[in-house]
Each structure stands twice: as structure tokens, then as C-alpha cells.
């Protein structure tokens, strides 16, 4: 996987031109783990509440 | 002294349509940039660079308005919102929230206006020779992490946003109001009361 | 650095148009489809694209060819210019699209170069061809598009971040006909009309057409809705031959007597894709060819036309191409 995008400059210097696409799966992936381990807490603690 | 069904105005009407206006924008800006990208092929720039200047625009009627007619402090973190059941008119969650958002959308914006000079708009003279290639391409950088940092935010937000136990506060962002006895979950009243 | 040299690269020689399209799913983006290699080889020696595999279809007799159809004619994508050119059925009812495809370039790239091939070829923006990374090339920048950028030959309509032109001599004679393009792939066939097959940067940057890899154009279908009408087709260029258009104009009118009866007027070179000259088009149907609606046809043609640095002459150009073709069309063709 790459972080970053990388292209040339018209003087064939090699420079960054930005952040990878396969970072954007990431992007979402994270947030879809932030949501499902808030949901397991979640569900753990209300567990343990009615029990 | 006050019951517990007691209603709280906790958004103005101003402060509401700000928070819509500025999600739809939001949601425009991310599908004309990352729609393309997926494969769904339309004229996408012109929306997305139409869309940026209303977000600065909207942005920048909202930190004024923050800073003039409200209080900016009640949006910034304290000691006391670490304390369970301590905070003020925001969790620390809801802050941390803000503040995630207040970089993610800052950094858009900011270099999104630098990229208008290099990609082109009607009313500028294209000229990207004001900055070197590898500058832009720190720029941009900036811009496509805030990029992803958006749709992570998104996310998060919107889920919190629809959680039962977290409905109050979607019902105060649309209608206005919360109630005390909502509030007393996770708030100090007291803190409330107070403005803080 | 050594030029003109050809790099190495697999070859593929398909006899079939099956076999064709197994080699173009199998390869995908990896597999580069040459017809004549009019435009193909000049990528490949001068090293600015490199490629795994060359699918050359050139031996595949299906894809050659004019024949009838129900109403109008379909021409085999590798059918050669000359051909096109001097074909009878082509002459006869599609005089635009013969004159267009004449005037391509030299005899001897007509001989190799394939209709196909001219419709499908890449844009000759020379900052894209010598190998910058613009955005066409996937890159972050347009050099043309500057202040001091070079760009006399590029586009005063239609730019989105890009400025190159099409720089196809029948793509605009084939969307005034309402062309249709056949394009095959393991998974079926899809026409396209002529209108809708070239891609604008504002769809998609680094393309010029619809066509994704693993899929061949085969065909171009045109039906008989403008056969025998009044044609011009004027291209300007630098050189009287073996050059790309500054502008070319095909127009095609139905006439009822005196009055124009319906019009299409379509320029190239001005855009990145055939641009169509619709408010010129209104000007003149329902009209006879007088001055008046002559002339406000020619100022509506450049509408919404936007300068760069070095190309605006293209504007007062293409009003006067439009003002001789209006009154030219069904004459001799430049």
C-alpha cells in the first residue's frame, strides 16, 4: 500500500503530488472500526449493567 | 427551581442552519472529489470548487458569529470535562468532535484556495508557477488528508448523531431544544446554567 | 538519450476479432491496442509511454471494410483513411466524412492510419506528449494553461483544468453525420453516439474517449439521416498537409429549396471533444442563407469562447469558417 502519490516536476525532479487513492479505503475502514468497537463497548457495558 | 422536562434552547436557529448548510457542503465537496475516483464519471470541478468558496464563506459567518455573539471558550477543552458527568454545555466527545472538524475543514479551505491559483477558475489568473511543483504538491498533500480525515469524521459523527441515547442531541441540532433531564446525563447542570 | 528506438514488449497478432478481445480482457490496461501505429508508435519510440504488450489488430479482415446497412452504411474500425476516403458508398452519401478524411495528414499515414485509429488517438498538446506530468498524464498541473505557456494550438471551449484539443480531423465530420461507434468487449457490444464517445476533462482527464481498457472499437455506424445533404469541411492548418487542425469545421444542411431545414455544425481542434455549435445551429434553421442570419450565426458559433495567451485568433477564425461553410456547404469543399 502506498501513502503517497508521486509524480515529477518539469525538471524530471521526482516530488510529491499528494496522498495515495489506497488511502482512502483506510480512511473509511477506520471509521467503520471506530463505530464497531464503540458498538461492542457498548453492548459489554449494558451487559454487565443488566446482569 | 427548574424540572426536569424543562426544554433548553441549545442551537439557535442560526447556528442550525449553519450546521446544515455546512454538512450538505461538506457532502458535495467529498462526493465531487471522491466519486470520480471510485469510477463515477461526471464534470465534477466546477461543483466542488463552487462548493469551497460557499463552505469558506459559511465558515467564516460562523467564526464570526462564534466569537461575537456566543461564547468560543464553551467550545474549548477544560480540565473539568475529563471528570465523568462534568461537562458543560459540550462533552468531551462533542469538543474533540469540533476539534477534529475545525482541522480537517481549516486545512481544506486554506489550501483548497491556494489550489484555485493552479487548477483554474474564471475569475483568477491561472498561474501555477507562483509556487514550485513540490509545493503544490505538499499542498495538495494537506488537502487530500484533510480529505480523508472528512470522510473518517463523517462517519463517526453521523453514526454518534443517530445512537437512541444520543437522539436528544440530533433532535436539539434540528428543533433547537434538549431537555434537562437529557442534558443531566452527561452534563453538570450547574455548568449549564452558568453558560459554561 | 537514444530516441526513435522501439522498447521491448510482448506482441500480439490476433487474426480474429475474438481472439482480440480475449487479449484485450487478459491484458486489461497492460495490453496497448494498435491499429496503423500512426499514433501508437510515436508514444512507444520516443519512450514518453512504455507498455507490457502491443495487441496489433491490423490482420483482422472483420474490422476492415464499408458496407450497407439498413438506411445508412457501418465502416470497419480498421478500415485505412484512404479508403474511407475513396470509397464509393462514402462519396456518394458522405461526402463530409470522404473530404475529412483527406485531408488527414499525408498520403502516407492515410495509407496506414485507420478510421478507428484517428477517432481513438490521443491529443497532441506537446507538453502532454514530451512527457510532463500534467493531469492528463496523471500528474498535478497543466504547463499549457499558464502565462507563458505555449498554447496556440489548444482550446478555447470546454477546459477543465486541461486545454488540449481533439485533435481528430473526422471525429467532428462523424458527430455532424450522428455517428454511432460499436465498441466490443468479452462481456457484449455497446454503441455509443458519436456525441456522447469523446471525453471532456471535466468527465475524465486522461481520457479522450469512453472506451476502457479491455474494450475495442470495431465500428462506426452512420445512418442515412444526413446522407446527400449539403456539406463543407474546411480544416486550417499551419501546413497544407502532414499537419494537425488550428480548427476544422464540418457542417451538414438539409435543405428544402432555399431554406435550411436542419443544420449541424460541428468544429474541431477548438475543444477537447467535436464541439458541436448548437446557438450557430439555431441561428440558421428555418432561414435561407442570407447575410444577416449568416452573420449572426458566425458570432453565435464562438459564444462562451475563452482565449489563453497565444490562441485567440481561433476566435474571429472560426466565425469566418462558419460564415464561408454556411455559404459554401453543397459547394466544392475547401
Known amino acids: 500500500m502506498n501513502l503517497l502519490r508521486f509524480g515529477h516536476d518539469s525538471y524530471g525532479n ?38 | 427551581m427548574a424540572s426536569d422536562n424543562q426544554k433548553i434552547i441549545r442551537h439557535a436557529g442560526i447556528d ?73 454545555k459540550y462533552t468531551l466527545a462533542q469538543k474533540l468532535m469540533h476539534q477534529a472538524w475545525t482541522v480537517a475543514v481549516l486545512v481544506a479551505i486554506v489550501t483548497g ?30 488537502h487530500d488528508l484533510a480529505a480523508l480525515l472528512s470522510v473518517f469524521l463523517v462517519l463517526v459523527h453521523v453514526y454518534f448523531a443517530i445512537l437512541p441515547e444520543k437522539r436528544a442531541y440530533l433532535r ?25 | 538519450m537514444l530516441r526513435d528506438m522501439m522498447p521491448l514488449f510482448d506482441l500480439y497478432q490476433p487474426d480474429t476479432l475474438d481472439n482480440a478481445l480475449d487479449l484485450a480482457d487478459r491484458l486489461g490496461p497492460e495490453g496497448w491496442l494498435v491499429a496503423g501505429g500512426q499514433d501508437s508508435w510515436d508514444w512507444l519510440k520516443n519512450r514518453t509511454r512504455r507498455t507490457r504488450a502491443v495487441v496489433d489488430l491490423s490482420g483482422i479482415a472483420e474490422l476492415k471494410g464499408v ?64 512527457g510532463v506530468d500534467c493531469y492528463r498524464a496523471g500528474g498535478n498541473m ?31 465530420a462523424l458527430t455532424a453525420l450522428d455517428a454511432s461507434m460499436v465498441i466490443r468487449s468479452k462481456g457484449g457490444e455497446r454503441v455509443v453516439p458519436a456525441a456522447r464517445f469523446f471525453v471532456g476533462p471535466d468527465v475524465n482527464i486522461q481520457r479522450m474517449t469512453v472506451i476502457e481498457p479491455g474494450e475495442i472499437l470495431t465500428a462506426v455506424r452512420i445512418p442515412g439521416t444526413w446522407a446527400k445533404s449539403a456539406f463543407y469541411f474546411e480544416k486550417v492548418a499551419d501546413r497544407a498537409a502532414w499537419d494537425f487542425a488550428l480548427l476544422s469545421l ?32 439555431s441561428a440558421i434553421i428555418g432561414k435561407t442563407r442570407n447575410d444577416d442570419d449568416i452573420e449572426r450565426a458566425a458570432v453565435a458559433a464562438v459564444e462562451g469562447a475563452q482565449p489563453l495567451n497565444f490562441n485567440g485568433f481561433k476566435i474571429p477564425l472560426l466565425s469566418n469558417l462558419v460564415r464561408r461553410a454556411i455559404k459554401g456547404a453543397g459547394g466544392a469543399s475547401t
Open chain 2, 172 to 196: 436539539a441540532m434540528t428543533k433547537g431544544f434538549i431537555s434537562r433531564s437529557d442534558l443531566a446525563r452527561e452534563h453538570d447542570l450547574n455548568r449549564v446554567d452558568r453558560g459554561e
Open chain 3, 142 to 172: 497543466c504547463y499549457a494553461d499558464t502565462p507563458e505557456g505555449q498554447n496556440r494550438e489548444h482550446a478555447v471551449f470546454g477546459a477543465s483544468r486541461c486545454v488540449a484539443v481533439t485533435p481528430s480531423d473526422t471525429a467532428n
Open chain 2, 16 to 88: 442550525r442552519a449553519f450546521h446544515w448548510v455546512m454538512a450538505a457542503i461538506m457532502l458535495v465537496l467529498l462526493a465531487t472529489s471522491l466519486l470520480p475516483m471510485l469510477g463515477v464519471r461526471f464534470a465534477w470541478y466546477g461543483v466542488h470548487w463552487v462548493s469551497g468558496l460557499l463552505l469558506t464563506v459559511i465558515i467564516a459567518l460562523h467564526v464570526l458569529r462564534a466569537l461575537f455573539w456566543q461564547k468560543p471558550r464553551g467550545i474549548m477543552i477544560k480540565p473539568s470535562d475529563l471528570k465523568a458527568g462534568g461537562a458543560g
Open chain 3, 67 to 130: 458496407r450497407e446497412t439498413d438506411g445508412g452504411i457501418q465502416i470497419g474500425a480498421l478500415t485505412t483513411l484512404t479508403d474511407v476516403q475513396d470509397d464509393p458508398l462514402v462519396r456518394e452519401r458522405y461526402g463530409l466524412l470522404a473530404t475529412a478524411a483527406g485531408r488527414v495528414a499525408s498520403p502516407q499515414i492515410r495509407n496506414a492510419g485507420t478510421l478507428g485509429g484517428n477517432l481513438c488517438q490521443d491529443t497532441r498538446c506537446w507538453y502532454y506528449r514530451g
Open chain 1, 14 to 51: 521526482r516530488i510529491i503530488d499528494g496522498a495515495s487513492w489506497d488511502l482512502l479505503p483506510v480512511a473509511f475502514w477506520a471509521g467503520i472500526a471506530v463505530i464497531v468497537v464503540h458498538l461492542v463497548v457498548r453492548a459489554l457495558r449494558r451487559g454487565k449493567g443488566g446482569g
Open chain 2, 113 to 142: 484556495l491556494l489550489l484555485l491559483r493552479k487548477a483554474g477558475v474564471p475569475f483568477l489568473e491561472r498561474d501555477p508557477y507562483v509556487r514550485s511543483m513540490a509545493s503544490w504538491g505538499i499542498i495538495t498533500l494537506l
Open chain 3, 250 to 281: 464540418s457542417v451538414a444542411l438539409k435543405m428544402e429549396g432555399e431554406t435550411i431545414r436542419d443544420a449541424r455544425l460541428v468544429c474541431g481542434a477548438a475543444a477537447c471533444v467535436p464541439w458541436r455549435l448548437e446557438a450557430a445551429e
